[in-house]
C-alpha cells in the first residue's frame, strides 16, 4: 500500500469519463483500492474515486453511515467499495449542504442535491451492491461518483458566492 498524489482541479483526469473496470477481482484492482484507502486516510477524506489518484477508472471507495443518514460520524461507517457504480434519483427533492473535495484543497461550497438516491454497482469480489441512500450517505455517494463523470462539486452549485477558503469558517459541518 503507498499514498499517491492527489490530483487538483484542473488536470485532465479529473475531466473526463472514467472507463468501466473489467474486473472487480483483479489483483491491480485491489492494490489500487488499498491505495486509495490509504490515501483517503492520510488526507482526512470520507471518500475517493479512482481518478483523483490519476487512475481514470469507474471505482470510488467512501465512509458514510448506513443506519443514521443525517451522521457525519465515522464511528460505524463502513468504508464502502463500490465498482461501476450506478446511481438512481429515487426523491428529487432537493437541499443544499457543504462539501469540501480532496482536488480542492482548502475549500468548500454549497452544493444542492437530491436527497435520495439508490445507487447500484460490484464489490471487490464481483458481488452485487444495491443500497438506497438518504441525507448525508447520498451526498457522499452523489460526490464520489460525480468524479467518475468528469463533474467537481463547483460545477453543481447554484450560487458560486458560496464557495469559499476553510479559514474564512465559521461553516457548519
Not at 123 to 142: E, K, N, S, T, Y
Request: charged share 25%; proline share 10%.
Amino acid at each position: 500500500m503507498s499514498i499517491r498524489p492527489i490530483l487538483r482541479m484542473g488536470h485532465p483526469v479529473l475531466a473526463r469519463v472514467a472507463d468501466p473496470v473489467p474486473d472487480p477481482r483483479a489483483p491491480d484492482i485491489r492494490a489500487l483500492v488499498d491505495d486509495m484507502g490509504e490515501t483517503m486516510r492520510a488526507a482526512g477524506g470520507r471518500g475517493i474515486a479512482a481518478p483523483q489518484v490519476g487512475v481514470p477508472l469507474r471505482l470510488v471507495i467512501f465512509h458514510a453511515p448506513l443506519e443514521d443518514e443525517e451522521s457525519r460520524s465515522l464511528d460505524g461507517a463502513p468504508l464502502t467499495v463500490l465498482v461501476n457504480p450506478v446511481v438512481e434519483v429515487v426523491d428529487p427533492a432537493m437541499t443544499t449542504d457543504w462539501e469540501g473535495c480532496l482536488s480542492l484543497p482548502g475549500l468548500k461550497g454549497a452544493v444542492p442535491r437530491p436527497v435520495a438516491v439508490r445507487y447500484r454497482g460490484l464489490d471487490l469480489d464481483g458481488q452485487p451492491i444495491d443500497r438506497v441512500a438518504r441525507g448525508f450517505h447520498a451526498r457522499v455517494v452523489q460526490h464520489e461518483c460525480d468524479h467518475l463523470d468528469g463533474i467537481l462539486y463547483p460545477q453543481r452549485m447554484a450560487d458560486l458566492s458560496t464557495l469559499a477558503y476553510l479559514e474564512n469558517e465559521p461553516f457548519e459541518d
